[in-house]
């Protein structure tokens, strides 16, 4: 059974940092793409970024300021934060699957607040 396990939300001031992470495990094949998405109130899912095999993809609302990086040695995905943004505010999944932009499995998501 698959799971991935967020961690590392939490309230932070426009301009400031958080570093979020995913924990996964049951996941049989390495050919998976990790991502993670977030959902605001009111408003549909979006990819916020993917790592697969090396490739890197950012929104374009995150480039420059959010980086995905995977530690293989802990089935752990990171997710760095800088430069954080009220518009950054929402719950933010980590997810897997053979697709980016269509991943079978979901994390039960983690919450970040920026006030301005």
């Known amino acids: 059974q698959v799971q991935l396990v967020e961690s590392g939300g939490g309230s932070v001031q426009a301009g400031g940092s958080l570093r979020l992470s995913c924990a996964a495990s049951?996941?049989?094949?390495?050919?998976?793409?990790m991502s993670w998405f977030r959902q605001a109130p009111g408003k549909e899912r979006e990819r916020v970024a993917s790592?697969?095999?090396?490739?890197?993809y950012y929104d374009d609302f995150v480039k420059g300021r959010f980086t995905i990086s995977q530690d293989n040695a802990k089935n752990t995905v990171h997710l760095q934060m800088n430069s954080l943004k009220p518009e950054d505010t929402a719950m933010y999944y980590c997810?897997?699957?053979?697709?980016?932009?269509?991943?079978?499995?979901w994390g039960q998501g983690t919450q970040v607040t920026v006030s301005s």
């Open positions: 997810a897997a699957g053979p697709q980016c932009a269509s991943p079978d499995h």
């Open positions: 049951g996941l049989t094949s390495n050919g998976n793409c």
């Open positions: 790592m697969y095999a090396g490739f890197r």
